[in-house]
């Protein structure tokens, strides 16, 4: 069409063939600005400035390079365009446009041409942005979901650490009993001897369900402990009664406001911190008196003191790990609070502060 219109009116001559050759030549080239756009266009450029057939050619060439390129690149191709227009309407000027307003136009077009160019590379990048975001935030997330299965299984392990070291200090307890009390009547042994069964089953059961909960793919969907109630702080009388009922001596002291109103994190740790305190007392203080004292309330923090004097001699139990007393540590950390345990002029002292918010 340009060429037509250049030649529109004016006799053929032998540009017609030079306007013919290079507008096949341009576009049979201009596919190839897809592949090497710079190149391709620098050549479309050359022909531009020989032939009005090449223009179109050329300008799709620097469209390319705008799109594909750097912007020093788009800037210099396009310089070339216009200096290629300019030379072009120099030596072959057609029309009525005055050859001034002729390179305001090819100034204008090769800027437009630059702007889109810019314009589609900066939504290209913005697009590239953000599927790179969304891929993050699709990775963090999992990321997210992958650290609070782990964390919940860990709480699900500690959980049942204290639950099965409780029950089993008093299985360990009953059947020392049983094996160093072999004079005794045959309705006690028997006793014990149930007692004993009991305890196992229930410790299967416990270790069933844990190892059910811990194969389970997205434990965090639930509350990691199934349809198992929760203890609170109404259960620790029935967590002395046992240890009193396993033979050891335990003096309850219960200070506590409301003690149904305490936060399940707030009575889960405390009955916990009991829970650890009489394990370890049935463990290496055998026979000595443990005393427990729960103190606070609402806003002013729930207290946990638990003492025992240890004995002369004891010889710890071959399964216990020592680790009660770190996830202990780290249990009564998450829910905020603090954990001290020493011993002192031979007794053993456990004390636990934890926040109860008003």
Request: charged letters at 20%.
């Amino acid at each position: 069409m340009t060429v037509f219109a250049w030649w529109g009116g004016r006799a053929a001559g032998p540009l017609l063939v030079v306007d013919v050759a290079a507008g096949a030549v341009s576009w049979v080239l201009t596919p190839l600005t897809l592949r090497r756009p710079v190149v391709v266009t620098g050549v479309l450029t050359v022909l531009a400035a020989i032939s009005p057939a090449a223009t179109p050619p050329a300008t799709i060439g620097a469209l390319q390079v705008a799109w594909r390129r750097r912007f020093p690149v788009a800037i210099a191709v396009a310089a070339a365009g216009v200096v290629a227009h300019a030379v072009q309407g120099a030596w072959r000027p057609g029309g009525e446009m005055p050859y001034g307003w002729w390179l305001v136009l090819m100034i204008v077009g090769y800027g437009a041409l630059l702007g889109w160019g810019a314009w589609a590379q900066a939504r290209a990048a913005l697009v590239r942005s953000l599927r790179e975001r969304a891929r993050r935030a699709e990775a963090e997330q999992g990321r997210r979901v992958a650290e609070a299965r782990m964390l919940e299984r860990r709480r699900i392990a500690w959980e049942m650490h204290d639950v099965l070291a409780h029950r089993l200090s008093l299985l360990a307890t009953f059947a020392g009993a049983m094996e160093y009390r072999p004079d005794a009547s045959p309705e006690k042994l028997s006793q014990a001897a149930g007692v004993v069964r009991d305890g196992v089953h229930q410790a299967l059961e416990e270790l069933r369900d844990v190892i059910s909960l811990l194969r389970d793919d997205d434990p965090a969907n639930g509350d990691g402990d199934g349809d198992r109630p929760q203890p609170v702080l109404a259960d620790v009388p029935r967590l002395v009664e046992e240890s009193r009922g396993a033979g050891t001596e335990v003096l309850l002291r219960e200070a506590v406001d409301v003690p149904a109103e305490a936060p399940p994190a707030v009575a889960r740790t405390a009955y916990r911190v009991v829970q650890e305190g009489l394990t370890n007392a049935r463990k290496h203080a055998v026979g000595q008196l443990v005393r427990v004292d729960l103190r606070g309330g609402p806003g002013a923090g729930l207290e946990i003191d638990v003492r025992n004097a240890l004995a002369a001699e004891f010889a710890a139990p071959g399964w216990s790990g020592g680790a009660g007393l770190v996830g202990l540590t780290e249990r009564v950390h998450l829910a905020g609070g603090r954990l001290d345990h020493e011993t002192v002029d031979g007794e053993f002292r456990l004390h636990a502060s934890i926040p109860w918010p008003a």
